[in-house]
């Protein structure tokens, strides 16, 4: 079994900051891609930003320059440091890991996901 919890999203003015957390725990052998994904109210779920094993990271066209993400494999930990935030940036933050596990004695690539944390940008 393995579980993503979620953690810093909530209310901020426009042009703040808000950093989230997402640490994966349970049966995992290792942690390939982590990432975080949005949706808004009426919208589908879009990428925000990705980041690989080895470090290589890929960032929604709305977010370039403004998010950062970064992880901590130690601690199978994925951060996402919001800077500059704006209103369109209000949504449900998903966390997603594609997590090498093993599930009845057979070892396998299962793709989990958060809970969600909101995060709502007032204008």
């Known amino acids: 079994q393995v579980q993503l919890v979620e953690s810093g999203g909530g209310l901020v003015q426009a042009g703040g900051s808000l950093r989230l957390s997402c640490a994966a725990s349970?049966?995992?052998?290792?942690?390939?891609?982590m990432g975080w994904y949005r949706q808004a109210p009426g919208k589908q779920r879009e990428l925000v930003a990705g980041?690989?094993?080895?470090?290589?990271?890929n960032y929604g066209d709305s977010v370039k320059g403004r998010f950062t993400i970064s992880r901590d494999n130690a601690k199978n930990t994925v951060y996402l440091q919001m800077n500059s935030l704006k209103p369109e940036d209000t949504a449900v933050y998903y966390c997603?890991?594609?997590?090498?596990?093993?599930?009845?004695?057979?070892?396998?690539?299962?793709?989990?996901w958060g809970q969600g944390t909101q995060v709502t940008v007032s204008s």
């Open positions: 997603n890991a594609e997590i090498t596990t093993t599930q009845r004695g057979v070892v396998g690539l299962v793709a989990y």
């Open positions: 349970g049966s995992i052998r290792s942690i390939n891609a």
């Open positions: 980041i690989f094993s080895g470090g290589s990271t």
